[in-house]
């Protein structure tokens, strides 16, 4: 039984209990989480992860929330939110240096600054540090994982500096899922300032012209099969615009899933089990959710990730 004034003693920073979370999330969709707590910094955060594993209780790094889906019923346990406290953004001799709460427009416009090219095309992602590490974010060509020197992680309570090769970085994804990411360290070639700030301009209208930013979502839902798009074989299946309860199938971009008028996390569900479905049925191409399903019982997550050809 977990005790609130323990977690006080441990923690200065904000404890919220019964915590929405639907508005911390870019979706707008999803039940509360039973405790929410910003931890100030590392030595909080690491005392913090050994009670909840002394404690048996589970718990849930929260970004900026743009890649998730959280149930209807919330999350049982913990979120701990790192945005507020771990987001510094320094350089030290060409070498930047971010910390995993820093927003990644903050980031991409700090190395611009300074001049460093490769992290433009990160521009408008709009998730934190942290989880673009985590899911190895990229976009137009180039991931997050491109310039990286290291990464540094609280891994079973230990802080430990990961080189990137440790890191096991792949298409939107990596081998850090049971780690807290605490920053990372970037070396970037020089560039023009003036050519790579009219290049992100360049790609966020691209952006903007191709995504359905007037709806909640989170972004790409299916990762792109091998050799193709999912977006494409959505649209050829002639599934746009299709609604299950408050969600549609984004009409702009149709790997995109809209919560258009009140969605339920359930309609989300629905929506990726018919979107699947119907594409395997079709073209025989599996698709993998992106996103990842929070609080969730484990039929319904695996159903998501079952072949469907079962
Ligand atoms: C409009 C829109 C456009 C998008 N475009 C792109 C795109 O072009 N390319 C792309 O790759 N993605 C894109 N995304 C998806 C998303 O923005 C990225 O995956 C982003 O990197 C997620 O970061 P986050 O902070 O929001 O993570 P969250 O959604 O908060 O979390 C995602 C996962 O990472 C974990 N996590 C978060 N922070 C940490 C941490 N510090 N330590 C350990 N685990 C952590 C969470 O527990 C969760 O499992 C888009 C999303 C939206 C809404």
């Not at 510094?88 to 991409?108: H, I, N, T, Y």
């Given at each position: 039984m977990l005790s609130l004034e323990h977690i006080r003693s441990i923690c200065s920073g904000e404890i919220h209990i019964s915590e929405p979370l639907a508005p911390m999330t870019s979706f707008r969709i999803g039940g509360p989480v039973d405790i929410y707590i910003e931890p100030a910094n590392t030595e909080e955060l690491a005392a913090l992860v050994a009670y909840l594993h002394e404690s048996d209780t589970a718990h849930l790094v929260l970004g900026n929330g743009s890649n998730i889906l959280i149930s209807d019923?919330?999350?049982?346990g913990v979120v701990l939110n790192i945005e507020k406290h771990f987001s510094d953004l320094s350089v030290d001799d060409g070498v930047v240096q971010a910390g995993a709460g820093a927003r990644l427009s903050k980031f991409v416009d700090f190395c611009l600054r300074l001049g460093?090219?490769?992290?433009?095309?990160?521009?408008?992602?709009?998730?934190t540090l942290g989880g673009a590490v985590i899911m190895n974010a990229g976009a137009y060509g180039g991931e997050?994982?491109?310039?990286?020197l290291d990464v540094t992680v609280l891994r079973e309570g230990s802080v430990r500096t990961l080189t990137t090769q440790e890191c096991g970085f792949r298409y939107r994804g990596?081998?850090?899922?049971r780690d807290i990411v605490l920053g990372a360290r970037f070396r970037f070639p020089e560039g023009n300032i003036d050519e790579l700030k009219a290049r992100r301009k360049e790609l966020l209208l691209k952006r903007n012209a191709a995504q359905p930013v007037q709806h909640p979502n989170a972004g790409s839902i299916f990762k792109n099969p091998e050799g193709g798009y999912a977006a494409k074989l959505i649209e050829d299946c002639g599934l746009k615009g299709t609604r299950f309860g408050g969600a549609v199938i984004s009409g702009?971009?149709?790997n995109f899933i809209v919560?258009?008028?009140?969605?339920?996390a359930s309609d989300i569900v629905d929506a990726i089990n018919h979107v699947r479905r119907v594409v395997y049925d079709r073209t025989g191409v599996e698709l993998e959710p992106e996103i990842q399903l929070i609080g969730f019982p484990d039929d319904v997550i695996a159903s998501l990730k079952r072949s469907t050809a079962s």
């Amino acid at each position: 039984m977990l005790s609130l004034e323990h977690i006080r003693s441990i923690c200065s920073g904000e404890i919220h209990i019964s915590e929405p979370l639907a508005p911390m999330t870019s979706f707008r969709i999803g039940g509360p989480v039973d405790i929410y707590i910003e931890p100030a910094n590392t030595e909080e955060l690491a005392a913090l992860v050994a009670y909840l594993h002394e404690s048996d209780t589970a718990h849930l790094v929260l970004g900026n929330g743009s890649n998730i889906l959280i149930s209807d019923e919330g999350f049982r346990g913990v979120v701990l939110n790192i945005e507020k406290h771990f987001s510094d953004l320094s350089v030290d001799d060409g070498v930047v240096q971010a910390g995993a709460g820093a927003r990644l427009s903050k980031f991409v416009d700090f190395c611009l600054r300074l001049g460093m090219a490769g992290s433009e095309m990160l521009a408008g992602i709009p998730g934190t540090l942290g989880g673009a590490v985590i899911m190895n974010a990229g976009a137009y060509g180039g991931e997050i994982s491109d310039y990286m020197l290291d990464v540094t992680v609280l891994r079973e309570g230990s802080v430990r500096t990961l080189t990137t090769q440790e890191c096991g970085f792949r298409y939107r994804g990596s081998d850090l899922r049971r780690d807290i990411v605490l920053g990372a360290r970037f070396r970037f070639p020089e560039g023009n300032i003036d050519e790579l700030k009219a290049r992100r301009k360049e790609l966020l209208l691209k952006r903007n012209a191709a995504q359905p930013v007037q709806h909640p979502n989170a972004g790409s839902i299916f990762k792109n099969p091998e050799g193709g798009y999912a977006a494409k074989l959505i649209e050829d299946c002639g599934l746009k615009g299709t609604r299950f309860g408050g969600a549609v199938i984004s009409g702009q971009h149709a790997n995109f899933i809209v919560n258009d008028e009140g969605a339920h996390a359930s309609d989300i569900v629905d929506a990726i089990n018919h979107v699947r479905r119907v594409v395997y049925d079709r073209t025989g191409v599996e698709l993998e959710p992106e996103i990842q399903l929070i609080g969730f019982p484990d039929d319904v997550i695996a159903s998501l990730k079952r072949s469907t050809a079962s």
